[in-house]
């Protein structure tokens, strides 16, 4: 497998449990932010995303709140299934369209 | 669906070889990019391009540049490969405008420079 995310936090959620992934963010100007899911062996793909004038969305399964008084965003997926494993990460838009960081990603692993 | 193809799935190059990594996609985006990730620290752009010949700097630039001479086609270009440029490369793509700033990756060229 890729050697991606040999330093990442893990989260280990058994089967069937909601997942909760976590992340802070830097800059108090992002407007806009994303949850991406990579797989093994592939590029990342989008979830769900979320405009700073929103502090909650729903989507099939998954819920995105944002916290912007202490910069935090969280992904939370609902009946955490084996096709949920992955790595999942938190990007943060600034301004420009082409200016998304992202952070650094956080493993998910489902026990059966 | 948008296809975002890569040249090559894994790569191994010399240091000091000119490498080339080529990036399709099949959407007619305006937007192509490229990144490279590393272990814990998530996705780096290195270069975008938001038309054709137009191409822009991102946070990691240095040791690399790109070619956009078509809209579907972004280039990205190790002019002297070094070992520290082994690493995974992501390219992607996006459409200007409309409500989501989503863009669609392609599965990534793993790099290893000797």
Not at chain 2, 48 to 77: A, H, T
Not at chain 2, 89 to 96: F, V
């Amino acid at each position: 497998g890729e050697s991606v995310g040999l330093h990442l936090p893990t989260l280990s959620v058994q089967e069937g449990d909601n997942s909760i992934i976590n992340c802070a963010y830097s800059n108090s100007a992002s407007d806009y932010f994303i949850w991406y899911k990579q797989e093994s062996g592939k590029g990342p793909q989008f979830i769900i995303d979320i405009r700073s004038n929103m502090d909650k969305r729903q989507g099939q399964r998954v819920t995105v709140l944002l916290n912007k008084t202490v910069k935090h965003l969280s992904l939370q997926i609902a009946a955490t299934q084996p096709g949920d494993s992955a790595v999942y990460f938190c990007a943060e838009n600034i301004g420009s369209a082409s200016k998304i960081i992202f952070g650094s990603g956080t493993r998910l692993s489902i026990r059966p | 669906d948008v296809k975002v193809t890569q040249s090559s799935r894994y790569l191994v190059k010399r240091t000091g070889e000119k490498v080339f990594l080529e990036c399709v996609q099949d959407m007619d985006h305006e937007n192509m990019f490229w990144y490279r990730q590393d272990p814990g620290l998530g996705l780096r752009l290195i270069y975008f391009s938001y038309d054709v010949k137009m191409k822009e700097k991102g946070d990691i630039p240095e040791g690399y540049s790109v070619s956009r001479e078509k809209k579907e086609r972004f280039s990205l270009i190790l002019e002297s490969a070094s070992t520290n440029q082994t690493s995974m490369y992501l390219c992607a793509s996006r459409s200007t405008g409309g409500p989501s700033y989503e863009q669609y990756f392609g599965p990534g060229t793993r790099l290893t420079v000797t």
